[in-house]
């Protein structure tokens, strides 16, 4: 049986649920995915199916896409009324069993419907924490998807990397085979005193595994210079390169560069070295490290990443890789005369490399309507080498009677000219006679020179937002 359930309405989401399906599958494992009633025998009861096919399941995906709360049948009836309709049963019987993850999953820019819009049997489908699959990020999303099915399953430490950058797919059953080898090798090791302790970092941002990994076989290190700009942000994911240094091995050098890796996102993420790659005049060289590390959600931790470089290079570029903008760090390999300290873990606070400007202090009305009022509380711009990240905070007051959506579709930013839509932004109904606030984030190129915030309710507000 399969490890995933996908519920969807055909006429609403069936292209989505098959993409879905085949991405999914890529990251978990080929029939670990059901998603098709057709699957199902002529004459079954729906009902005793459905349960024959959540038993196995772990996770129920609830695909919701622009139609599917206000889909009807020929006589024009809503299709989740009906007693009989296939979603509508499928969603009771997964919400019914407390060890399946029922995870809502909005595309095509839906939104999350309130829980008075549901029949009375599947409501608290309405306080699941719900997740967007976004064309343009679809393989960052579907992994931040494909981990919450494998903390559902149990299997956190099989969280993989993305297509991008995936190694070579094992099977689960090998997977945990060649756990247990490398568990009961290092137990032994423990035990016959031949092992190293690893150094100790603070709880709250522990070490990476590779953190001395190079050090003992290359001479005298010395530190390099840090650029000045030393952040890249892919997505949820902001890399800060904090140290680094040189040191000859043979007839090249050593490089070895400390990074800390900050996931701002309610997902875990690789910290791994297939994320980085320097790049010299005509060559492009592969970290050395071993790094492999998985970072909690909400979470920070460093690592240190190593390259073999010929003796001759004095300057170079760190890529860093992800499905934002392209990242270089550049780096200048010449010695300095100060000792290294990529081995001592940084305890500085993860913003104190930040380069933040505050673009509004005091909150700005814009503008009423005759029900809906927004309010600007504040803005900042962080700036990072392949991005410019502006975080808008807005308020929103419903003097209204009927719940209104405060969500993706509320703002825009226009960048130079081109308007941007929010990377993360709110997801929720706002009652009547009730308010709510949220975070609107925007990624820009890093070069952009005006910005405008738009906002859009019963009229439309345009805001400039000043630049340094």
Same mark, same amino acid.
């Given at each position: ?85 296939y979603v509508r049963l499928e969603i009771a019987a997964a919400l019914a069993r407390p060890d399946v993850a029922v995870i809502p999953v909005l595309v095509e820019g839906a939104a999350m419907p309130p829980a008075e819009a549901l029949p009375e049997s599947i409501r608290a489908l309405a306080r699941r924490h719900a997740t967007s699959l976004r064309d343009e990020a679809w393989d960052s999303d579907v992994d931040r998807l494909a981990s919450a099915v494998r903390r559902a399953a149990g299997l956190d430490h099989q969280t993989a990397p993305s297509p991008a950058l995936r190694r070579p797919a094992v099977s689960l059953k090998w997977g945990l085979l060649a756990a247990s080898v490398i568990a009961a090798f290092l137990l032994f090791r423990t035990f016959a005193g031949g092992g190293e302790e690893p150094a100790s970092a603070p709880a709250a941002e ?154 509004? *202090?005091?909150?700005?009305?814009? %503008? &009423? /309507? ?8 504040? =803005? @900042? !711009? ?18 209204? *009677?009927?719940?209104?959506?405060? %969500? &993706? /579709? ?8 081109? =308007? @941007? !839509? ?37 009229? @439309? ?8």
């Amino acid at each position: 049986m399969s490890l995933v359930f996908v519920s969807y309405r055909r006429e609403d989401s069936a292209g989505y649920a098959g993409r879905l399906h085949e991405s999914l599958e890529r990251r978990l494992g080929e029939g670990e995915v059901f998603r098709d009633v057709d699957a199902l025998q002529p004459g079954q009861d729906f009902v005793d199916a459905i349960a024959d096919r959540l038993r196995a399941c772990r996770a129920c995906l609830v695909l919701i896409g622009r139609d599917w709360l206000n889909a009807t049948d020929g006589s024009g009836r809503r299709r989740l009324e009906q007693d009989g309709d296939y979603v509508r049963l499928e969603i009771a019987a997964a919400l019914a069993r407390p060890d399946v993850a029922v995870i809502p999953v909005l595309v095509e820019g839906a939104a999350m419907p309130p829980a008075e819009a549901l029949p009375e049997s599947i409501r608290a489908l309405a306080r699941r924490h719900a997740t967007s699959l976004r064309d343009e990020a679809w393989d960052s999303d579907v992994d931040r998807l494909a981990s919450a099915v494998r903390r559902a399953a149990g299997l956190d430490h099989q969280t993989a990397p993305s297509p991008a950058l995936r190694r070579p797919a094992v099977s689960l059953k090998w997977g945990l085979l060649a756990a247990s080898v490398i568990a009961a090798f290092l137990l032994f090791r423990t035990f016959a005193g031949g092992g190293e302790e690893p150094a100790s970092a603070p709880a709250a941002e522990p070490a990476a595994a590779s953190d001395r990994v190079g050090a003992a076989a290359a001479g005298p290190a010395s530190a390099i210079a840090m650029p000045r700009l030393p952040e890249a942000a892919h997505g949820s994911l902001v890399y800060t390169l904090l140290s680094g240094d040189v040191a000859p091995r043979g007839s090249g050098r050593l490089v070895r560069l400390r990074v800390r890796l900050a996931n701002v996102g309610a997902y875990p993420a690789n910290f791994w070295d297939g994320s980085f790659r320097l790049a010299t005049a005509g060559q492009v060289f592969e970290p050395t490290s071993g790094l492999n590390e998985i970072v909690d959600g909400r979470s920070v931790k460093q690592g240190i990443v190593t390259f073999d470089v010929p003796g001759d290079v004095t300057a170079a570029v760190l890529r860093v890789l992800g499905p934002g903008m392209p990242a270089e760090l550049p780096l200048d390999l010449k010695p300095t005369d100060r000792g290294s300290n990529v081995d001592t873990v940084d305890t500085r606070d993860p913003l104190s490399s930040a380069q933040v400007l505050t673009l509004v *202090r005091d909150a700005r009305s814009l %503008g &009423s /309507g005759k029900e809906i009022t927004f309010t600007l509380v504040s =803005a @900042t !711009a962080r700036q990072f080498v392949n991005t410019l990240r502006i975080v808008v905070n807005l308020r929103v007051t419903n003097d209204g *009677r009927y719940p209104m959506l405060f %969500g &993706s /579709g509320a703002a825009r930013l226009i960048a130079d000219g081109q =308007a @941007t !839509a929010p990377l993360e932004a709110p997801n929720e109904a706002v009652a009547g006679n009730a308010t709510a606030a949220g975070d609107f984030v925007f990624d820009v190129p890093p070069a952009t020179r005006r910005t405008v915030l738009r906002i859009t309710g019963e009229s @439309t507000v345009e805001l400039p937002l000043d630049l340094p």
